[in-house]
């Protein structure tokens, strides 16, 4: 050892040709290299764990689910809107829930048609009440309304980026109600599904 | 002895490091300005052993992580200490590592060559904030799985990315086991394991550049082991006291019957629901200034874009702010940077106080808040009383036994299902209204004083009964306005007839088998059979009515009535010939439709056997009760 440090060599750089060879022969870019190498060797466990953890972004997307959430006489016909639960099977990564509640819709019965409304605010993702005092819709959370038609209240302020997101409705066997059930991402103007 | 500690030290050199330690110069002297860093220490580690027991009772996964919470905070011994231990803690150090970080600012110590000691610091503040925030889901009750809902949400305020960043965060579209398997993991994992890193890098750069730029002395009144120790352990003793008072706060008050997990130790809401949202859900202390703030601005696109403006004040300048803050050391460089960086730091102090302030004024001054913390506090009462039965928590999960539970359901399923026509409201007027009341109120459905009033003229015909159905004017109100009355003017049997109308509603109501009368059912036994033969006599209810086999089948049959069995028949179809079969013209069922008409389909009924069956349990007063 004492040897060799005592006599400096004058080899170039293993890997570069610009770097002179210090008395041990390593340059930065060879140091940058071998850390590089090091490093490399992680990137398949953490390639692994990231391909993982991101999976559930591909999931498959539920198709469209149809339910049938009352009848028709059960909705008062002052178009006093009122909650409903959503019932379905559901999903939740590796248990299948039978029927069980996964969301509530509000109806509103207008003449012979029914509206529906995500009862999900679109601003935050709590859920919105009915004041049957006001006719209006409120969200208890950051206080945004909406009127009965689920248009929002903008003045003073709407915490809402959007109105109350509509469903689909059909109505079969001129008494059931179906509801065309989605979920909408929070927080946008746009009404895209989540 | 000696020879032992020289053989360690020589193999380990842990006694010179230690003498090293013990001795190392304090320059200035030591000083209680100085405790926070080892605070942090002793909070950190007392997290570390205290969620390390946790972690052995927990369970990470949407029909457990509440439940072996509960278990561990009510069923087990000392469950509620650890539990209160940590979370108590955790407040602690969020705390300390705030009025660290502004320390070093106000004292200067951010400047070079300690700009990592600031850097450190803030990093351990956001690394207390992320652990709060993700031990706040941990226990999986509607307070933290509402409040992380909305927090979580506004991931998706970031334009493109923020749909995608949700979903990978939650781990799908909705919350569920994959949340809280994730959120484990940030907790005890990424930022506990980065906060103990933090801490001891703190602990080994101020080593490095010294606690103050006093001119270091030789003397041994500058040693750590002077003085400065002995403050530490002060520090730590405080911060134990300070912990522990607060898990004990409801020690003092009565308590009765009540288990001390019920009372001590961090609070646990009811069951997450993710179908019924919490709506009194507030983040925690440290974000309330945030919240609020947030409320200031409108949810309206920016201008021409998808973009919210609600991403202002919940990302761009929580950001821009923390830019500035961790740019301080280099400000302070400038001339009046140090000026500028304390005026900052105390202009957002008093902002957050005010805000926070402002938050819960706010609150305290609400109805509705004050209502729904009401309804959730009333929820996780009945959810731990549940969990306390014979019965327990079945597999499903503490949420699947509230979904059938009579107490909990009852109101709820009659209130969309049967307020839109009967009211149940009692004489005090608590209860379930009814916007346009046109059946009868079904307050006290089967009592005695119930039942009575179906054989009072008056009653029988006012709202609370028929008056506002198409029998106000049928044949049971005739019958008691005009033939019964008939009887009670003829002298000879006048008695007669009013011991037979006051023995009626007692052998009716004794058909019921109500769980309140269940002792007056028992002592009445006399007065139930002579009510029951009075059914034949001169009231003639028989002559519509059929009980046991006999009389006619006009109106309902009393035999069972209001009974488990009856109460679900009719709310499943009232058009049975057993309740109002009859066609139409003659009394015939009025409006009220079929819940579950076809038995052998059940996809086609309005209701499931189950949601029936909660009805007419709730209606007769029949659930669990812990006693």
Known sequence: ?194 | MNALIRWLDSRTGVVSAFEAYWTRRIPGGPGWRYVLPSALLFGFLVQAISGLFMWMAYSANAQGAWESVFWLQECTRGGWLLRGIHVFTGHAIVAMAGLYAIQLILSGMYRAPREFIFWIAMAMLFCSLGLMLTGDLLRWDQVGYWSTQVRTRFLMLIPIIGGDLFQAVVGGSDFGHLTLTRFIALHAGVCAVGFGVLVCCNLALLRRHGLSNAPAVDSPEQQYGSGQWCRNFCGWVVLSAIVLALVFQNYWGEHPGQLRGEYLGAHLGAPANPAEAYSAARPEWAFLALYQFANIFPGEGIAGTSVSWKVVPIFVIPSTLVCLFFLMPFLARLRGGHVFNVCVTLAMLVACGALSWACVAHDRDNEIFQRDVAAGHLEELRAKELAHSPQGIPPGGAISMLRNDAKIQGPKLFAQHCASCHPCVGPDGKGIPCQKPSAPNLFGFGTRKWVAGWLDAKQIAGPDYFGKTKFADGQMVGHMRDAVKELLKDKDIADDVKKQLAMIPIALSAEAGLKSQKEADAADKAKIAEGREALGEDVDCLSCHKFQGKGKTTGCDLTGYASRDWTIGIISNPADKRFYGQPKEASGNDRMPAYAESPNEPAKNLLSQREIEMLADWLRGEWYEHK
């Not at chain 1, 039978?98 to 409304?117: C, H, M, Q, S």
């Not at chain 1, 679109?122 to 909406?146: D, L, M, R």
């Open chain 1, 1 to 194: 050892m004492e040897n060799s440090q005592s006599e400096p060599t004058k080899k170039k750089c293993c890997c570069c040709s610009t770097g002179e060879g210090g008395e041990d022969r390593r340059c930065f870019c060879c140091r940058a290299m071998a850390v590089l190498c090091w490093l490399g060797l992680f990137v398949p466990s953490a390639f692994a764990g990231l391909w993982s953890l991101v999976s559930p972004l591909f999931g498959r997307k539920p198709g469209v689910m149809e339910v049938r959430v009352a009848t028709l006489d059960a909705l008062p016909e002052d178009g006093t809107p009122q909650k409903f639960p959503i019932i379905a099977d559901r999903r939740d990564a590796w248990t299948q829930y039978p029927a069980e509640p996964i969301g509530a819709v509000y109806l509103r019965r207008v003449k012979d048609t029914v509206e529906a409304f995500q009862v999900v605010c679109p601003h935050a993702g709590c859920f919105i009440a009915y004041s049957v005092e006001k006719k209006q819709f409120y969200c208890p959370c950051h206080t945004a309304s909406f009127k009965i038609d689920g248009s929002r209240i903008v003045e003073p302020r709407c915490d809402s980026p959007r109105d109350m997101d509509r469903l689909d409705v059909k109505i079969v066997n001129k008494t059931d109600v179906m509801v065309v059930f989605k979920k909408f991402q929070t927080g946008i103007t746009e009404k895209k599904e989540s």
